[in-house]
């Protein structure tokens, strides 16, 4: 049996949780804590770091009591402290990170340092049991990814976002059009009444041989319509938010359509390949029904973990932490790992130049 305990601090929410295994079953979420910091931020539009390095100061020996109380596992029992190390906010990241060491040094038990991308990129081996290789699409606030998860520590990114992360793009149109933050959720209700049609926005990279992928185009053409027709009405803020995200939909249905027939020339063998989708924006309806459609078009399965584990938690950091333990990969980062507001998942990968220059969410 092992049992780890897993600590996540990297942007806005604060997060522990215990994750334990036996062999023989399926992993078990023994408890998964969630404290989200949005009302701290929504005066602000966005994450402050300052306020965000505050909450988790304060939040964050709480959170951990109630994960170890509501798991049932007792500290002693616990056989390694994973926590987030970046990419992130430094502030957060130190708080996180910091705590874990002091836990684990006065316990006596191993501290293993998670990158918070790994985190996402094997959650659905918790969910779903997912064998390798396969493909994610990580969409949030601070990035916008495709990346071939190939094994514990192997992960090779195939496309970034060179300008915003897509999270943001919802987040800043929302903000153009006087909806209230976090702005994905509410773009979207706006869209359930708006005419997709009406406006012509681009659809970024559409057509491009380049893997990857770009927003700023898109938010610009939306300012300048919104800027048109000042005053907005009700229904030419449905139509602009619905316009907006069938652009979004369409450019995301071909940057991710060239990387499933990658995927199928690089694994040819590969039997049954998956899709999985992480990050905020995934609890998108629009955007997840172009993606079953796109998936079932190329034989892909697709594998949407559910919202809770899709978004920022800790026992996605519990359970990167069981699987470098299984892997004897366990010892590479820890207790000399220092916070790293940038770390990418795969050391041969272009500095990444647009998403993460925000140095936020992932
Ligand atoms: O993964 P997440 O909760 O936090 C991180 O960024 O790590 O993602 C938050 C992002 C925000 O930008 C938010 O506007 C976006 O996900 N989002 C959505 C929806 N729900 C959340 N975007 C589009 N449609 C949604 N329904
Ligand atoms: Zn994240």
Redesign the pocket.
């Known amino acids: 049996m092992i049992r780890v305990l897993g600590i996540e601090t990297s ?3 604060t997060a522990a949780s215990v994750v334990t295994l036996d062999g023989a079953s399926a992993p078990v979420i023994a408890s998964n804590i969630v404290l989200s910091q949005i009302e701290e931020h929504a005066a602000f539009g966005g994450v402050v770091p300052e306020i965000a390095a505050r909450a988790h100061v304060e939040a964050l020996d709480g959170i951990v009591e109630a994960a170890l109380a509501d798991s049932g596992v007792a500290l002693a029992d616990i056989d390694a402290i994973a926590a987030t190390a970046g990419p992130g906010l430094v502030g957060g990241l130190i708080v996180g990170l910091m705590t874990a060491k002091a836990i684990a040094a006065a316990a006596g038990k191993p501290l293993i340092a998670i990158n918070h991308l790994e985190g996402h990129a094997l959650t659905a081996r918790l969910t779903d049991g997912l064998d390798f290789p396969y493909l994610l699409l990580l ?5 916008t990814q495709i990346v071939a998860v190939r094994g514990v520590g192997d992960y090779q990114r195939w496309a970034t976002t060179i300008d915003d ?4 793009a ?2 800043k149109t ?1 903000k153009m059009l006087g909806l209230p933050y ?4 509410n ?2 209700r706006a869209a359930a009444s708006g005419d997709a049609t009406r406006f012509a926005f681009p659809r970024p990279m559409k057509g491009s041989a380049q893997p990857d992928f770009s927003f700023s185009g898109l938010k610009t053409a939306v300012r300048q319509a919104a800027t048109a027709i000042q005053p907005l009405s009700e229904q030419d803020v449905a139509d602009i938010c619905a316009s907006f995200q069938a652009a979004v939909a369409d450019a995301l249905a071909d940057r991710v359509g060239r990387a499933l027939a990658r995927f199928h020339q690089e694994f040819p063998d590969k039997a049954n390949p998956a899709l999985v989708v ?4 995934a ?3 629009t ?1 997840k029904v172009t993606l079953q459609k796109l998936c079932a078009e190329a034989g892909f399965a697709f594998v949407a973990p559910p919202l809770k584990l ?3 938690n800790a026992a996605m950091i519990a359970w990167a932490g069981i699987e470098r333990l299984r892997a004897g990969m366990a010892e590479e980062n820890g207790f000399d790992f220092v916070p790293r507001s940038r770390w990418p998942l795969d050391s041969i990968s272009a500095p990444m130049i647009g998403s993460g220059r925000r140095g ?3």
């Open positions: 942007c806005d929410e969409v949030s606030g601070g990035h992360a897509l999270g943001e919802f987040d929302a976090p702005g994905g959720p773009v979207e992480a990050g905020g924006v609890a998108n309806s955007i899709c978004t920022d936020a969410k992932a």
